[in-house]
């Protein structure tokens, strides 16, 4: 229709002109016509149109592709269920839930869990995310809010479903705490347009469940998690050991590997890793593999790869004799204290610049661990302090390549005073004066370091050796570093 009218207009124009009527008032008023036109559209637009053709993927994503997620796909099934009994749900009188909101930090696989939930429903799938929703124009948020849910229910007829999954990303953009938001009210209409399109979603033949995303739970708006709206939140954490290695085996199966048997080092090693992180290190590990020209990816491989992706990059960056031999000092004593206090501890150290860090020591893996005593602590404390000490034994100073280090101490020794670890006891942090806390976590620190400095003095030698041979050969694997120490 819009087509036909075009058309007919501009014929209107060229009949005009040929003969002989002055059209350039009415070309003025059409262009201004169809830029508001077209502003208009564009205002209301949702870019969730690519995102909706997912639903016909020739391989559906399933739960079976996602790894070190159990807990969370159990949970996220156990609330999909409810879907897919719908008629028996119905005779037993239960309300169906409107909303599941997925919480856990980046990279674990919340877009995943949703598009596994949509091919486990077998439901019309559509994605947003919640920044799409946000303008500087009232009333243009809540129009992009009917126009998504709307586009779900004709997605499900479409594709001949009779129910449909909403993915919004970003929850905490669009449902953000009322009144937070001081510039303008168009937030809060938003907002209020999402509460208003999930009370009424039973009220149509079509099933429609919103999946929500977000790592800033704490964000959002009460009446959005309430029950009745987001009636279930689902913790998406980072995996543990199990989980990392059923994600290296997911994203290594598309990849040659020498020894199958390593994906277990490799997942002990990855500790904190999110399945984002794991798939950007197999990534890396085969990228590395082909530069060397290698048919088959080694564990030296994964080594470079962890360290790339902690790190970054290996850096050009040119730094002076005088600085790369305070570098390895402080490197060294890192590695000394760490292979004293805890044995085994080194994997390998390097005074090759990556990412900020001009060096950096790398510990053998270890089981996971989430409990720590106020001995382990302190050990921690001593590990990161050790770089500035031996500094301090050569040089007779430190210098600024501590303070992250420091840092660290820092929030190691305030870990000790908030859970009862220090001579202070049990303590509420926020009802103990600030200077007391203060004094505490200095004197655990000052303590630590003189602790510290008495076991890096009586290994002056092995302190000495090891810098001197970073000096020369740049990286100390576990090996060598064990070979220098004994001789």
């Not at 979603?201 to 999946?211: A, C, G, W, Y």
């Not at 500790?271 to 290698?294: Q, T």
């Not at 570098?327 to 206090?341: P, Q, W």
């Not at 101490?409 to 870990?415: C, D, K, P």
């Amino acid at each position: 229709m819009i087509e036909i009218a075009v058309g007919a207009g501009i014929g209107v124009l060229i009949f005009l002109a040929v003969v002989g009527v002055n059209i350039t008032p009415l070309l003025f008023i059409a262009l201004v016509g169809g830029a508001f036109y077209y502003f208009t559209k564009t205002q209301s637009k949702v870019n969730f149109q690519e995102i909706s053709s997912q639903g016909k993927y020739n391989n559906p994503l399933s739960f079976d592709n996602i790894g070190g997620q159990d807990t969370a796909i159990k949970e996220l099934q156990e609330a999909l269920d409810f879907m897919i009994h719908a008629d028996e749900i119905s005779r037993m009188g239960i309300r169906p839930l409107k909303g599941v909101l997925l919480v856990g930090p980046p990279g674990t696989g919340k877009t995943l869990l949703a598009r596994a939930a949509a091919s486990y429903t077998r439901s019309a799938f559509i994605a947003a995310s919640g920044s799409e929703f946000i303008e500087m124009y009232a009333g243009v948020g809540a129009k992009r809010v009917r126009k998504l849910f709307a586009e779900a229910r004709k997605k499900a007829i479409r594709e001949k479903k009779s129910s449909a999954i909403i993915f919004i990303d970003e929850l905490e953009v669009l449902g953000g705490k009322r009144g937070s938001h001081s510039s303008h009210l168009e937030y809060d209409q938003t907002l209020n347009q999402l509460l208003v399109e999930m009370d009424g979603i039973t009220q149509d033949e079509t099933r429609i469940l919103v999946i929500g995303a977000t790592n800033r739970a704490d964000l959002l708006d009460q009446a959005l998690i309430r029950p009745g709206r987001f009636d279930r939140q689902v913790q998406v954490g980072l995996p543990d050991k199990k989980g990392r290695a059923r994600i290296l085996e997911i994203h290594l199966k598309n990849k040659k590997v020498r020894d199958e048997a390593l994906i277990d080092e490799i997942a002990r090693a990855t500790f904190g890793f999110s399945g984002a992180h794991i798939e950007s290190l197999a990534n890396e590990a085969a990228i590395l593999a082909m530069r060397e020209n290698a048919a088959e990816i080694e564990m030296h491989h994964f080594n470079e790869a962890i360290d790339k992706v902690i790190m970054g990059e290996k850096l050009d960056r040119q730094i002076s004799p005088q600085e790369m031999e305070r570098v390895s000092i402080h490197e060294s004593g890192h590695a000394v204290i760490s292979e004293l206090t805890e044995p085994g501890s080194v994997s390998s150290l390097t005074i090759v610049p990556r990412g900020k860090a001009l060096g950096f020591l790398r510990k053998s893996p270890q089981d996971d661990q989430h409990l720590y005593t106020c001995e382990q602590l302190e050990k921690q404390i001593m590990v990161t302090v050790a770089g500035a000490v031996a500094e301090e034994i050569k040089y007779g100073s430190k210098s600024t390549g501590a303070r992250n280090d420091f840092e660290q101490a820092w929030t190691l020794a305030r870990e000790i005073v908030d859970c009862g670890l220090s001579s202070l006891g049990i303590i509420n942090s926020q009802d103990t004066p600030q200077q007391v806390v203060y004094e505490q976590c200095k004197e655990i620190i000052h303590q630590l370091e003189d602790q510290t400095r008495k076991l890096l003095s009586a290994e002056e030698d092995l302190l000495f050796k090891l810098s001197a041979f970073l000096l020369t050969e740049e990286s100390i694997d576990r090996e060598t570093f064990l070979q220098l120490k004994a001789s």
